[in-house]
């Protein structure tokens, strides 16, 4: 079985510039996840998506951060215009249903740095 | 929501059984217990999940009391590769609590 793809694998900008990470879930998943996770800290969840629909973005800083899922299937998150604080690492996770009892498969992530 | 509670990180020689424990006091009634695994560059990996008593699988062991308000990972005759982060989370099966991960607890194991 084929893992969570994401593109690209690091990523340095400058403040102020526009990024997309794009993410590609295992065949079938109908959940999908977008996670940050500073350095020291453990993921923070910014949006889940049900097939094309956003189930839970509380957490998403909508002024800057954007996401969509077409078709049900690839995920990007963008962020619009970067500040030095959003350097993290982007997770992208998937799963069959939305609380598996065999958990999320994560990909290995996107490293943003902002400068 | 139920937070969790973990130690920031834990040393261990080759060979020996390792146990972490995460405290969850808050913990409801449809909440499952649910731990990752996070290398260096990677994301996180599913490791185990229980409910209660004791889950058991090829790589490890969950023991959780009674009361549920803890529990502990169980990692047998740990080796060198077993140096990561391991995280507690805390969720119930229907969605309905965002699955939050703590600062986890790094765990080096010593040659």
């Known amino acids: 079985e084929a893992g969570v793809a994401q593109s690209p694998r690091y990523k340095i900008i400058e403040k102020r510039q526009s990024v997309a990470f794009w993410c590609n879930p295992i065949s079938g998943h109908a959940t999908l996840y977008w996670y940050q996770q500073i350095l020291g800290q453990g993921p923070k969840l910014l949006i889940q998506?049900?097939?094309?629909?956003?189930?839970?973005d509380s957490q998403l800083p909508k002024d800057r951060f954007s996401a969509e899922r077409l078709k049900g299937v690839d995920s990007t998150l963008k962020i619009q215009p970067a500040k030095l604080e959003d350097s993290a690492v982007y997770l992208c996770?998937?799963?069959?249903?939305?609380?598996?009892?065999?958990?999320?498969?994560f990909g290995s992530g996107t490293r943003l740095t902002v400068v | 929501l139920a937070k969790t509670t973990q130690p920031i990180s834990m040393d261990s020689y080759e060979g020996q059984e390792v146990n972490i424990t995460c405290s969850h006091n808050n913990i409801a009634t449809n909440d499952y217990i649910t731990w990752y695994q996070q290398f260096p560059s990677q994301g996180p990996r599913f490791i185990i999940q229980g409910y209660k008593t004791k889950v058991t699988n090829e790589v490890a062991s969950l023991f959780i009391p009674a009361d549920r308000k803890s529990s502990t990972l169980s990692l047998p005759r740990v080796s060198l590769s077993d140096t990561a982060v391991y995280y507690c989370l805390v969720g119930d099966n229907f969605g309905n609590e965002k699955l939050t991960f703590g600062t986890g607890t790094r765990l080096t194991i010593i040659p």
């Open positions: 996770a998937s799963s069959l249903v939305a609380f598996p009892a065999r958990g999320y498969t």
């Open positions: 998506f049900q097939n094309n629909g956003v189930v839970d």
